[in-house]
């Protein structure tokens, strides 16, 4: 998984391993929104205590990198498959599961950042 698998709405990323085009929307899933409002919540109190808005902007970029896998249906289905692998009780699957969840998270974190 490449960056560029994670590269413009609509269209079909070879990477993604599959012909489903990314899907527009930039609202992170709804099972996940009780979550996204903790940690956001937690960001903001940090920055406040801290005097610093760091807290807040990792907040962003780590919601801006769920989002932009949960756009690709077939990424978001491969990282969903590597943190359900995590539990085998096989060392090598769970390297495996390491390998592709980090190969999926770093492209979409390269996608919406540049880095």
């Known amino acids: 998984m490449t960056a560029s698998d994670f590269a413009r709405p609509g269209r079909h990323h070879p990477g993604n391993r599959s012909d489903e085009p990314?899907?527009?929307?930039?609202v992170p899933p709804p099972g996940r929104l009780p979550e996204m409002f903790e940690k956001m919540?937690?960001?903001f109190v940090r920055a406040g205590e801290e005097g610093s808005v760091?807290?807040?902007h990792?907040?962003?970029?780590e919601w801006a990198v769920v989002v932009e896998i949960e756009r690709h249906p077939?990424?978001?289905?491969?990282?969903?498959?590597a943190e359900?692998?995590?539990m085998s009780d096989d060392a090598q699957v769970r390297d495996a599961a390491i390998r592709e969840a980090g190969e999926i998270v770093r492209a979409a974190h390269h996608a919406i950042t540049g880095e």
């Open 74 to 81: 077939q990424a978001a289905r491969r990282l969903h498959a």
């Open 58 to 61: 990792m907040f962003y970029r």
């Open 84 to 86: 359900q692998a995590l």
């Open 41 to 43: 919540q937690t960001a």
């Open 22 to 26: 990314a899907s527009p929307d930039r």
């Open 54 to 56: 760091v807290p807040i």
